[in-house]
């Protein structure tokens, strides 16, 4: 064992593929005074006994490019290091049992074209010709995906250990780190079984030991291990070394060539948590008992699918434990929490694929202090301290693990562990027939009607829906929106620090509430929200549920040698808006202020019922209307006497279809870290005088602009992602849409190349619409004309 130095630059904690692939592309990048420390052997955990597929689709742009550099990186280490990699691009098939599978690939392989990975519908012939040895009578068809590949991971680890260590990396074996210190909000030092290194970044790739090493430094990482499965048959004939990986999601099962036989694994929908009292210590190459029950569903699909496997012995059965996270995507990036603590963990059974483009962009994170994409979906700020529980993160990963095969409906709900959050009113909501969604933890109503099935086509709560629409737009309606993510900076330095975050002026008088970006360096959207001033010395700053650790941390981060303190105020206030032509007089209705002198952008204290809320005149939705700001406490008593004035009650399906037919923006979908204002078309929310974070480089010449599109075709039901051509060729993609009773069609938000452009074509499951394409929102309420 080599000694241990006393310091240095970055320490990385567990030799996994992960590590190994940050501490290789830190390396590149030029920081060399990098540590690993693994508590056994190198790729030991969990990387040892990994499958080795490599696909490259994911649900967005983004993460499909991060693991798109991932097959260009190990298609060429093997050239670099000199280490054998078994990287092969093999392609992969994968199978449709249904017609609404086989609209879910139709969809994918749109998706995958836009991303930029080839990626065809082929018949069920064609899949056969592809993948000789299965059956496919009762095959619907196919999509082939030429790029995706296998690789061998323990080949893998080496190979980036290897290429790091010749750039001077140490990596260090048989030390296990059991202490992080921290002080004053930074990590200081990792304490090991051989002593202790002091550290200017630790980065925590502790596999399924991550949550723990985690909690040494009071970070969250939630992840929980699961057992996963695969066996390795015998030869098969017709079974040769270029067969491509062969998936048959509806049978839950996969298909890989191993020395003339097949690796045969799968994602079962009810998975089997493993590790609830810890993760025992030594657990080196190490595998759990064969459960060939919980196996079953797996193979017993696998023989329907390869009858050969019927007659075929089993080589080798692995039960390796994986962690699985709540929403099955990746934990990347610094802790909130901790300064200088960054995380590349809970990798759902892919790490391999997403290990090059992972610990890629945690190394150019650590180097230049941001990420420099948008890695939203994979940000452990998607979480928060709540997702530290063993308890619900277990109930949770019997669900997660399944996903990767599960169909991906639209508007999906995860079913397990819930309820956890819930507005003080959800025992209300229920009563009156809440049909519940979930986000950031919250219970939240997706409209008012019993859950119907799962559809891509126009699905059977519309109605509904367009019901509480047309009360909102016609007359006014009521919603909770209590999960909204609030925090308060107080302080006398609270508006000069708003003013450097904020692209919008916000140094506004007492009572004023202000629409605004937060920018990034590079001109991106970190966020956008509202900031309304509550006091000389005090805002109130409102941002989506989704993104609230997030905007919490980057403005925490922000305010810099400010004196102002930042405090979350979420659980503190409970939120209902009344939106509509009506919500003045239904509002006047029970309150003595006056609702008459209110002007838009305002927000002061008012009585309402028995109690005082803060109502402030802003809308989402595009119509009259006040969100109120309740005090916990008072949140039922306001609720009932809300009601008592007989508003209709309307759900989150409702404000997104009617967001965006007014064309406003959201966070996650048409605002991101790579959007600009100038991209989004919110050039208007930027002060001219500039001297705010990000100016430099928020008007930027765009390549790409946010548009409102609306579609010809009434019957065809857009969900968000598809593709828009013009001519056949790619030129852009729908982020958010929702149908219109409005306009009587399907509406969207996308991105396009060219601002100019006023039509294209919509790809829906391989189907063409025409389009009607602008940087004008479709429907503006104070022409009260609806423009199609
Ligand atoms: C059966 C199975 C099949 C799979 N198939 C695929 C596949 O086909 N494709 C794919 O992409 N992915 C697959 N995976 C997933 C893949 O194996 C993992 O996502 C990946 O290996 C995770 O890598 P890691 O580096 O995060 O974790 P690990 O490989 O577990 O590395 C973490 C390391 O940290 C070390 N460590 C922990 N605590 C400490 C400490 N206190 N001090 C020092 N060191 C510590 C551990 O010893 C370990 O070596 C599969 C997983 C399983 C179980």
């Not at 925590?204 to 990482?221: D, F, P, S, Y």
């Not at 979930?438 to 699905?459: C, H, I, L, Q």
Request: aromatic content about 10%; hydrophobic content about 40%.
């Amino acid at each position: 064992m080599k000694a241990l130095p006393s310091r240095a630059q970055v320490v990385i904690i567990g030799g996994g593929i992960v590590g190994a692939s940050v501490a290789y592309h830190l390396a590149e990048l030029g920081w060399t005074d990098v540590v690993v420390l693994e508590q056994g052997q190198l790729s030991c955990g969990t990387t040892w006994h990994a499958a080795g597929l490599v696909g490259q689709l994911r649900g967005t742009e983004s993460m499909t490019r991060l693991i798109r550099y991932s097959t260009d990186l190990y298609a060429r280490l093997e050239a670099e290091t000199g280490f054998g990699t078994g990287w092969k691009q093999c392609g992969s098939v994968s199978v449709a049992r249904t017609r609404e599978r086989m609209t879910q690939l139709r969809r994918t392989a749109a998706q995958a074209r836009n991303h930029g990975v080839s990626a065809e519908v082929i018949t069920a012939a064609q899949a056969q010709e592809l993948w000789p040895v299965m059956r496919v009578d009762d095959v619907v068809g196919g999509v082939w995906l030429p790029g995706d590949g296998k690789a061998n991971p323990s080949d893998l680890t080496q190979a980036l250990a290897r290429g790091a260590q010749r750039r001077g990396v140490q990596v260090i074996e048989r030390v296990r780190v059991t202490g992080v210190t921290v002080k004053d909000g930074v990590v200081r030092s990792v304490s090991t079984s051989e002593g202790e290194i002091e550290a200017g970044y630790v980065v925590n790739c502790a596999g399924q030991w991550a949550k723990e090493i985690g909690r040494m430094a009071g970070v969250t990482v939630p992840l929980h291990s699961a057992e996963h499965f695969y066996v390795v048959t015998e030869q098969i004939e017709g079974v040769r070394p270029d067969l491509p990986v062969l998936r048959d999601p509806d049978g839950y099962a996969y298909f890989k060539e191993e020395v003339g036989g097949l690796v045969v694994g799968g994602f079962e929908p009810d998975a089997k948590p493993w590790g609830m009292d810890g993760i025992p210590y030594p657990f080196e190459f190490q595998l759990l008992e064969e459960d060939w029950d919980q196996f079953s569903i797996i193979m017993e699909n696998a023989i329907h699918r390869v009858p050969a496997l019927e007659t075929t012995g089993v080589r080798m059965f692995y039960n390796g434990p994986e962690s699985f996270t709540p929403d099955n995507m990746f934990l990347l990036g610094e802790a909130p929490e901790v300064r200088g603590f960054f995380v590349g963990a809970g990798f759902n059974s892919a790490g391999i694929a997403s290990a090059g483009g992972a610990g890629r962009a945690l190394a150019e994170w650590i180097v230049n202090g941001a990420p420099t994409s948008d890695l939203w979906p994979a940000d452990l700020r998607r979480f928060a301290r709540w997702a530290d529980n063993d308890t619900w993160l277990r109930d949770r990963v019997t669900e997660t693990l399944g996903l990767h095969y599960a169909m991906s409906w639209p508007n999906k709900e995860l079913e397990t562990a819930r309820p956890l959050r819930r507005s003080p009113v959800h025992h209300l909501l229920a009563a009156a027939g809440a049909c519940f969604g979930s986000k950031m933890g919250w219970e939240r109503v997706n409209y008012f009607g019993t859950a119907t099935p799962y559809t891509f086509d126009r699905p059977e709560w519309q109605p509904r829906v367009n019901a509480e629409i047309n009360a909102c737009r016609t007359q006014a309606a009521l919603f909770d929106q209590t999960s909204f993510g609030k925090f308060t900076l107080k302080g006398r330095d609270a508006a000069a620090a708003l003013q450097w975050l904020c692209t919008a002026d916000v140094d506004v008088e007492v009572g004023r509430v202000v629409y605004t970006g937060l920018l990034n360096d590079r001109g991106g959207y970190e966020s956008d929200l509202t900031v309304t001033r509550v006091a000389h010395d005090e805002y109130l700053i409102v941002t989506g549920s989704a993104q609230s650790t997030r905007d919490f941390d980057v403005i925490s981060k922000g305010l810099g040698e400010h004196r102002a303190v930042l405090v979350d105020a979420t659980g503190t206030y409970a939120v209902f808006s009344v939106m509509g032509p009506k919500s003045r007089e239904i509002l006047q209705s029970v309150s003595k202020a006056d609702f008459s002198a209110f002007a838009v952008g305002s927000s002061r204290l008012v009585d309402l019922g028995y109690a005082t809320v803060r109502a402030t005149r802003m809308t989402y939705v595009g119509e009259l209307g006040w969100e109120l700001y309740v005090p916990s406490e008072f949140a039922v008593t306001v609720y009932e006497s809300l009601l008592a004035t007989g508003l209709t009650q309307a759900g989150y399906y409702a404000i997104e279809a009617m967001r965006i037919e007014k064309g406003y923006r959201a966070w996650g979908r048409e605002l991101g870290p790579e959007v600009t204002p100038a991209a989004a078309g919110l050039r208007f929310t930027c002060k001219k005088t500039g001297g705010y974070r990000g100016a430099d480089r928020a008007m930027d010449d765009p390549d790409r602009h946010v548009v409102s599109i609306v579609l010809d075709d009434p019957e065809a039901h857009l969900w968000g992602g598809e593709s828009l051509l013009r001519d056949g060729e790619p030129v852009g993609y729908v982020t958010s849409a929702a149908y219109s009773p409005t306009l009587g069609t399907s509406v969207a938000l996308g991105f396009v190349s060219d601002a100019a452009m006023e039509k294209a074509q919509v790809d829906v499951a391989g189907e063409m619409y025409s389009a009607q394409i602008s940087r004008k929102a479709p429907y503006d309420p104070t022409s009260s004309r609806v423009k199609a």
